[in-house]
C-alpha cells in the first residue's frame, strides 16, 4: 500500500509516528510542503530559519538513487550560502571550466566559463543530485537543533486534497494507516509527475521530445579523464546521435546517450548492452557502472503556479529538458522567491496577492529557461531534415570561423533572471548605473575585505549605500531595512564596476532573495519607502 | 570590406531558431528554394563583389579555413 517507487540513496527520515496522528480533530498547520525532494526540503529550510513552522510530507522515507541533476550552478550555491548549506557543496563537488566539443572525429572548439573573478562561488560545480539534497537535509537538521520548527516526515503520501477558501486538507496515508491534516498554505514540490496537479485537474502543457537519452553514471577503475566537459555530435563511436562525457565526484563520470525515439527500454538498459556502448567510446578502460537510465523529456510548465492556498514550485509547476541543467537550478530560486513572501504573508506583514508576484516572476523564469532548454535540445535533436542540413553546417563551419561557434548549442548554462519591469520590481533612478545591477537583477557577488558582498546582505531587506549617507535601519509596517554602509577604501575595484559604473555615489533597496528592488544616486527617504511598499505588494505605486 | 569570420550576429539564439522555424512544415524542394531566396537577398545586402567571392570560397572547403 505505501511501496517504495525507487530505492533509496540515503535514508535520512524514516517514519516516526506524529501526534497529529492521534489528534482527535485534525490539526491545522501554517505551513504543509507536499514532497521532500530538494525543493520541498529547501523551501522548509528557507520558511524554518524564519521561523515559520513547516511541515514537510514525503511517501518515502529519504532520497531516491540515482545521481540525475549533476551541475549546480553558482545562483544555486549562494542561495545555499544564504541557508548555511553551500560549503559542503562546494567541498564536495567537481569545479569545471573548460568544456570541449566535437563532430564526428574532429574536435571542433573548446571553450573556457572563464568565470569572472571577485565571487565567492565558480560558475559551476558537479555534484550528484543525492549529495546536494544531502547537504539540505543535513542543514536542516542543524537547524532544527537550533530551533528552527521544521519537522520531516517520511513514508506520508498525500492521496488526497480538499482546498478551502483559507486552507486545504490533506489526506495521508503512513505504514500505520491514514490520517487528516489541516494547512493554511500547501506547497506542492512533488515533482514532475505531480499527483497534486492531478488531484487538482490542473494543466500542464508544452512540447515532449520525441528523444530518448541513456545515463551511464561510471566509476573508472584505472582511467582518468580530464575534469571538462565533452560534448560530441553524431560522434565517430556511434554510441549515440549525441553523447556526453562529465566528471562528478567519486571518480565517477557522467555519460549520456542520445538514443533515438520508441527504443526497447528493458533491451537497452541489460548491462551487457549499456557496456557495448560504453567499450565503443572509451576502449578499452575498466569501470563500473554505478547508475543508469534511460529518460525521455518535456519542456512545460502550468499556466499558472498558485491556485489560492496552493502554490507550485520545482518540476511540480515548470520541466525543462536537461540540457543548461535549468531543472533543478530553477527550482531552488523557486524556493528563494517564494521564501520570503510566504514568510511576509503568515506572519501578517504583506497582503496574500504578494504571492501572486511569485508566479509572475517564476514563471517568466520558467519561460526563459524553457526558451533556452528547447533551443538547445533543438540543435542537439534536429527535428526536421533541414534543420538537421543547418545544424551540420554550422558545426563544419565552427571549426575554422569563429563566427559559428555562439550558434553551436549543446546546452546554454543556468543564469537567473532579471525581473525586468515586473509588479514589484521598482524605478532606476541610478545615473550612470551599470546594466548588470538594473531593478530586478540579482546582485552579483563582489569581494569585501576578507570577505564577500553577498554574505553579508543577511536574510531580510537590505539598503546597500556606497559612498551615501542614510539612517542605519528603516522600514515600514513592521518590515525592517538594515543597511549596509560601504565608504571609500570598502569600495573595492570590482564593487565599483559593478554597482556604480559611472556614478560616484549609490543606494540600493536589496530583497531578501538579493534582486534589487530600486536605486538611486542618493537616499531618498520617499522614495525608500514606496519602493520598499511596492516590493511587499502593497500600495501599487 | 573584408569577410567577416567573428561572431558578429546579436542574439545568435534567437536568430538560429527564427531561421529553423522559417522551414517548419516546408518540403525538401521548398525549404531549398527558401534557402536560395535568403541567400540572394543577404548577398544583395552585403552588396560587395569581393566579399561574396570569399564567402563563397570559405564554404565551399570549410575545413581549410581558406577564405582567398
Ligand atoms: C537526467 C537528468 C539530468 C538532470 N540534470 C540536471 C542538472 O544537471 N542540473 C539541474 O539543475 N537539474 C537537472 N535535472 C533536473 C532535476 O533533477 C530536477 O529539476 C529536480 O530533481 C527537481 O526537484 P523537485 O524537488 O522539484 O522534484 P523531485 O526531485 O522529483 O522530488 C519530488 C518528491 O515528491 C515526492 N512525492 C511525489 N508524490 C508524493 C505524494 N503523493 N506524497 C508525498 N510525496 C510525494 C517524491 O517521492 C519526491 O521525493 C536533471 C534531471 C534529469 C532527469
Known sequence: MLDDRYSLAFRLYPYERSADQDAATPVRRPVVVMGGGPIGVATALDLGLQGIPVVVLDDHEGIGMGSRAICFAKRTLEIADRYGCAAPMLDKGVVWNVGKVFHDDRQIYDFNLLPEDGHKFPAFINLQQPYFEKFIVERVRQAQAEGAPIELRGKNRVDRVEVRDDHVVLQITTPEGPYTLEAEWLIGCDGASSPLRGMLGLDFEGRVFQDSFLIADIRMLNANFPTERWFWFEPWFKSGASTLLHKQPDDVWRIDFQIGWGVDRKEELKEENIRKRIDAMLGKVEYEIVWSSIYTFQCRRMKQFRHGRVIFAGDAAHQVSPFGARGANSGIQDVDNLGWKLGLVVQGKAPDTLLDSYHQERAYGADENILNSTRATDFITPKSRMSHIFRNAVLDLAEQFAFARPLVNSGRLSVPCTYDGLSLTGEDALIGGPARTRPGSPCPDAPMGEAFLLGQLGGGFTLLTLDADAPEELGDDGIPVTRLALYGADLTDAIRARYLGAATSAVYLIRPDQHVVARWNTYDQAATVAALRKSCGKDAA | ?68
Open chain 2, 1 to 68: 570590406m573584408t569577410l567577416i569570420t567573428d561572431p558578429n550576429i546579436p542574439d545568435p539564439d534567437g536568430f538560429y531558431s527564427e531561421l529553423i522555424a522559417a522551414h517548419d512544415g516546408l518540403s525538401d524542394d521548398d525549404s531549398a528554394a527558401l534557402n536560395a531566396r535568403l541567400i540572394l537577398i543577404l548577398a544583395n545586402q552585403i552588396g560587395n563583389r569581393a566579399v561574396l567571392s570569399a564567402a563563397i570560397r570559405a564554404v565551399q572547403c570549410p575545413a581549410t579555413g581558406d577564405t582567398k
